[in-house]
C-alpha cells in the first residue's frame, strides 16, 4: 500500500469546481448532507477524476448494502421460477401476489402463540422504502397536521418522507451511558398532536437493540394514546444472540396491541438482494393496509416483489421451519417439515419438493447463514482492533452490519470537507453523523455528538482492511497540513 501524499492544487481547484458546475449543481440546488454526500459519491465525473488523477482506487466502508452473495438456493428458485414462466408473465393483486402473501402470513404467525395473521395484513412493496412511503403518506392523509417522532440517528428516509408529504416531525435524540437508544426520551417528547412514532430495531446506524423491556413499555403508551407506531426491523434477523430479543410482533400480540404497530421487512439487508426491492409491510391496523391496498394499485398496478414470489415462499418456509425447530427441538426435522408442508400445501414450489429436499434446503441454509454471520463477526472484530486508538466511543457487537464509532481528535474541523478531502486523496467512500440525524453544525458544535462515522462490517475483508488503514493515515496527514487540503467552508 503506497503512502498517500497530499493531491496537487490543481487537482483540488478541479474538484471544487465539479462541485459547484457538474451534474451536482450546488449552485442551483439545495442538499441535505445525506444526499449531498451520494450525490458526490455517484457523480461520474467526480468518479473519473479520483480514479485518473487521484488515488486510482475507490472503496467504501460507509456502504448500506453487504458484499456477502445471497443464499444460492434462493438464485436457484428465481432462475427455476423463470424458466418455467412463473409469475413474471401476469398481473397480480394490488397488494402483491396472493401465494407470497400467505407464506409471509404464516411466517408471521409462527412466531405468535396463537397465529392471526393473514393476507390482507401483509402488502408487499418495493423494498423497504416503499413501506415508509404508504405509511407516511397514509398519517398525511388521515392526519394532516399530525406529527411525527422519529428516534435518531435513523435511517435518512424518515426525515425525507416527512419532509416530502408535509408532515411536521421531531428527531428525538438521547445519548446517555454510551448509548443512542432513546425510548424514554421518545415518550416525553409525546403530545395530543404526535400521530405516528418510528423506530429501528435494531438501530441504523449503531446497531444496538431495543430489549423486550423497552419496546414493551413504548407499545403500550402507543397503544394507549391511539399512536401508529412504525418499526423498521430490517436488520431484525442479523442480530448475534437473537435468542435474547422478541420480534415485536410477538411483544404486541402479548399486549392485545399488534392494530396499534407497523413493521417494516425487507430482503435487501438479510437476504443480500438489495436490488431484487423486496419488501412488506406488516400490520392488523385494517385502516392502514386498506390504504396500502389502494396506494399499491394507483402506483404500481402490482409490486415488483410479486415477480420474486418463488424466493418469498421458499424462505418463508424455512423461516416458518427454523421457528418449529425452536419451540420442538425433541421432535425429529422429517416430522416437522411433514407438518409445516400441509400448511403450504397452496404453494406449489413447496409440494413439488421432497421431505428430504425441503430438509436439505433447510440445512443447507441454516449453514450459509451461519458462515455470513461468522463473517460478519469477524470483521466486526477486525474494524476494532484496527481503529482502537482512534476510537472514543464504540458501540458494543450486537447485530449485524453497521456500527456506529466516535473518533478522537476530530473537533474544531468542516466534517464535510474532512470527508470530501478523504474521497479525493484515498478514493474512501464515508457515512457520518449527519446523514442520520441532524445537520452537520450540530454533529459538531455538540459534545455528545462530534465526529461519529458509521462502519459497514459487511464488506469485503480485504477492502475494508485497506479503507480503515487509509482512514488512519489520512486523518494525521489532514491533522498535520489542513492548510494544503481544499476548503469550502460549506455546511449542511
Given at each position: 500500500m503506497k503512502k498517500l501524499i497530499i493531491p496537487k492544487k490543481s487537482y483540488f481547484k478541479k474538484a471544487y469546481k465539479l462541485l459547484f458546475d457538474s451534474e451536482i449543481k450546488l449552485r442551483e440546488k439545495n442538499y441535505d448532507y445525506y444526499h449531498l454526500n451520494e450525490k458526490i459519491y455517484d457523480c461520474e465525473d467526480f468518479q473519473k477524476l479520483v480514479l485518473t488523477e487521484g488515488p486510482g482506487k475507490i472503496v467504501k466502508i460507509s456502504s448500506g448494502t453487504s458484499d456477502r452473495k445471497a443464499f444460492p438456493g434462493y438464485i436457484e428458485q428465481s432462475v427455476a421460477d423463470l424458466k418455467s414462466n412463473k409469475y413474471y408473465r401476469n398481473y397480480t393483486s394490488p397488494n402483491g401476489y396472493r401465494l407470497a402473501r400467505r407464506s409471509l402470513a404464516l411466517m408471521e404467525s409462527s412466531k405468535l402463540k396463537d397465529g392471526i395473521y393473514s393476507e390482507k395484513d401483509i402488502c408487499l412493496t418495493s423494498g423497504s422504502t416503499g413501506a415508509i412511503t404508504i405509511v407516511f403518506e397514509y398519517i398525511k392523509n388521515k392526519w394532516p397536521k399530525g406529527e411525527v417522532l422519529i428516534a435518531t440517528p435513523a435511517y435518512y428516509l424518515y426525515k425525507f418522507a416527512a419532509n416530502y408529504w408535509n408532515l411536521k416531525y421531531r428527531e428525538v435524540f438521547s445519548f446517555q451511558n454510551n448509548s443512542f437508544k432513546s425510548v424514554d426520551e421518545v415518550i416525553k417528547k409525546i403530545t395530543s398532536k404526535t400521530k405516528l412514532i418510528v423506530i429501528t430495531q435494531p438501530l441504523n446506524p449503531t446497531g444496538e437493540i431495543y430489549t423486550e423491556k423497552e419496546i414493551k413499555k413504548l407499545t403500550q403508551i402507543a397503544s394507549r394514546k391511539g399512536i401508529l407506531l412504525l418499526i423498521d426491523e430490517l436488520f431484525f434477523d442479523l442480530?448475534?444472540?437473537?435468542?435474547?430479543?422478541?420480534?415485536?410482533?410477538?411483544?404486541?400480540?402479548?399486549?392485545?396491541?399488534?392494530?396499534?404497530?407497523?413493521?417494516?421487512?425487507?430482503?435487501?439487508?438479510?437476504?443480500?438482494?438489495?436490488?431484487?426491492?423486496?419488501?412488506?409491510?406488516?400490520?392488523?391496523?385494517?385502516?392502514?393496509?386498506?390504504?396500502?391496498?389502494?396506494?399499491?394499485?394507483?402506483?404500481?398496478?402490482?409490486?415488483?416483489?410479486?415477480?420474486?414470489?418463488?424466493?418469498?415462499?421458499?424462505?418463508?418456509?424455512?423461516?416458518?421451519?427454523?421457528?418449529?425447530?425452536?419451540?420442538?427441538?425433541?421432535?425429529?426435522?422429517?416430522?416437522?417439515?411433514?407438518?409445516?408442508?400441509?400448511?403450504?400445501?397452496?404453494?406449489?414450489?413447496?409440494?413439488?419438493?421432497?421431505?428430504?429436499?425441503?430438509?436439505?434446503?433447510?440445512?443447507?441454509?441454516?449453514?450459509?447463514?451461519?458462515?455470513?454471520?461468522?463473517?460478519?463477526?469477524?470483521?466486526?472484530?477486525?474494524?476494532?482492533?484496527?481503529?482502537?486508538?482512534?476510537?472514543?466511543?464504540?458501540?458494543?457487537?450486537?447485530?449485524?452490519?453497521?456500527?456506529?464509532?466516535?473518533?478522537?481528535?476530530?473537533?474544531?474541523?468542516?466534517?464535510?470537507?474532512?470527508?470530501?478531502?478523504?474521497?479525493?486523496?484515498?478514493?474512501?467512500?464515508?457515512?457520518?453523523?449527519?446523514?442520520?440525524a441532524f445537520d452537520q453544525e450540530k454533529w459538531e458544535e455538540n459534545p455528545n455528538l462530534g465526529f461519529w462515522m458509521r462502519i459497514t462490517f459487511a464488506r469485503d475483508t480485504k477492502q475494508f482492511k485497506y479503507g480503515l488503514k487509509r482512514f488512519i493515515e489520512f486523518k494525521k496527514l489532514y491533522l498535520s497540513n489542513q492548510d494544503r487540503f481544499l476548503k469550502t467552508g460549506l455546511y449542511f
Open positions: 442480530i448475534f444472540e437473537k435468542n435474547k430479543y422478541k420480534d415485536s410482533t410477538v411483544i404486541a400480540s402479548e399486549l392485545n396491541a399488534l392494530d396499534n404497530i407497523a413493521v417494516i421487512r425487507g430482503y435487501s439487508k438479510n437476504k443480500n438482494l438489495a436490488a431484487f426491492r423486496l419488501g412488506y409491510l406488516l400490520s392488523k391496523n385494517e385502516n392502514l393496509m386498506i390504504y396500502a391496498e389502494t396506494i399499491s394499485e394507483v402506483r404500481q398496478c402490482f409490486p415488483v416483489a410479486s415477480n420474486f414470489a418463488g424466493i418469498i415462499i421458499l424462505d418463508a418456509f424455512i423461516q416458518s421451519l427454523d421457528c418449529l425447530v425452536n419451540k420442538n427441538s425433541n421432535k425429529p426435522l422429517s416430522s416437522l417439515v411433514n407438518q409445516l408442508k400441509k400448511g403450504f400445501n397452496f404453494a406449489e414450489s413447496i409440494n413439488n419438493m421432497s421431505v428430504k429436499q425441503l430438509i436439505a434446503k433447510y440445512k443447507e441454509y441454516k449453514k450459509y447463514f451461519k458462515n455470513i454471520m461468522n463473517f460478519y463477526s469477524n470483521n466486526f472484530d477486525i474494524a476494532q482492533e484496527i481503529l482502537k486508538d482512534e476510537i472514543e466511543i464504540s458501540i458494543p457487537k450486537k447485530s449485524a452490519f453497521n456500527t456506529f464509532v466516535k473518533i478522537k481528535g476530530l473537533t474544531d474541523i468542516n466534517f464535510f470537507d474532512f470527508c470530501f478531502n478523504f474521497y479525493l486523496t484515498a478514493g474512501i467512500e464515508t457515512q457520518i453523523g449527519p446523514c442520520y
